[in-house]
T-cell receptor
Framework: DTAVSQTPKYLVTQMGNDKSIKCEQN?????MYWYKQDSKKFLKIMFS???????INETVPNRFSPKSPDKAHLNLHINSLELGDSAVYFC??????????FGSGTQLSVL | QKEVEQDPGPLSVPEGAIVSLNCTYS??????FMWYRQYSRKGPELLMY????GNKEDGRFTAQVDKSSKYISLFIRDSQPSDSATYLC????????????FGKGTHLIIQP
């Protein structure tokens, strides 16, 4: 049973569209995250949610909005997609300082 | 100054060699450090967790922290082709926030 699962695995879309990526964790962790990995493999934090509260927003454009319906889910909505948004987006979860557990990623390609 | 600096490589070594991967960090207050391994088209997976200074060994892998020089290392003994991956070091985000800051990752290639 997958610990952190995200869908879709691949997402190809046109510039200007709005898209969502879903994430679910079954580890019972309190905190969930979204990370972005660019073409050079640099992994950078975008958001974290702890008990439905946004903790971090690392200078991410407001076109990106995380939404957490409950502790086990953290979805990422992206409005007005731009070419520069093309990247791999990873969902992750953690409990205290025991490390992050990542999903398998969503490859987003904006054409 | 970036929180974590890591040479991106690639680093290519023959099978059976000892591999040394290194990172430097800037915040002397950090108390724990991690190494993640990422295979192509996969998510990063936690490989080693080291709290404070010293060594931690797990099979062929040894993680080492030198807080005096703000230097963290990962050693792989008897390297195998299956060890070929990108290795990322990570430190706490800092400021009391949850999450990790990652180095840029070192792409490791083990030649059969």
């Amino acid at each position: 049973d997958t610990a952190v699962s995200q869908t879709p695995k691949y997402l190809v879309t046109q510039m200007g569209n709005d898209k969502s990526i879903k994430c679910e964790q079954n580890l019972g962790h309190d905190t969930m995250y979204w990370y972005k990995q660019d073409s050079k493999k640099f992994l950078k934090i975008m958001f974290s949610y702890n008990n439905k509260e946004l903790i971090i927003n690392e200078t991410v454009p407001n076109r990106f909005s995380p939404k957490s319906p409950d502790k086990a889910h953290l979805n990422l909505h992206i409005n007005s997609l731009e070419l520069g948004d093309s990247a791999v987006y990873f969902c992750a979860s953690s409990q205290a300082d025991r490390g992050l557990f990542f999903g398998s990623g969503t490859q987003l390609s904006v054409l | 100054q970036k929180e974590v600096e890591q040479d991106p490589g690639p680093l290519s070594v023959p099978e059976g060699a000892i591999v040394s991967l290194n990172c430097t960090y800037s915040n002397s207050a950090f108390q724990y450090f991690m190494w993640y391994r990422q295979y192509s088209r996969k998510g990063p997976e936690l490989l080693m967790y080291t709290y404070s200074s010293g060594n931690k060994e797990d099979g062929r892998f040894t993680a080492q922290v030198d807080k005096s020089s703000k230097y963290i290392s990962l050693f792989i003994r008897d390297s195998q082709p299956s060890d070929s991956a990108t290795y990322l070091c990570a430190t706490p985000l800092g400021g009391g926030a949850d999450g990790l800051t990652f180095g840029k990752g070192t792409h490791l290639i083990i030649q059969p």
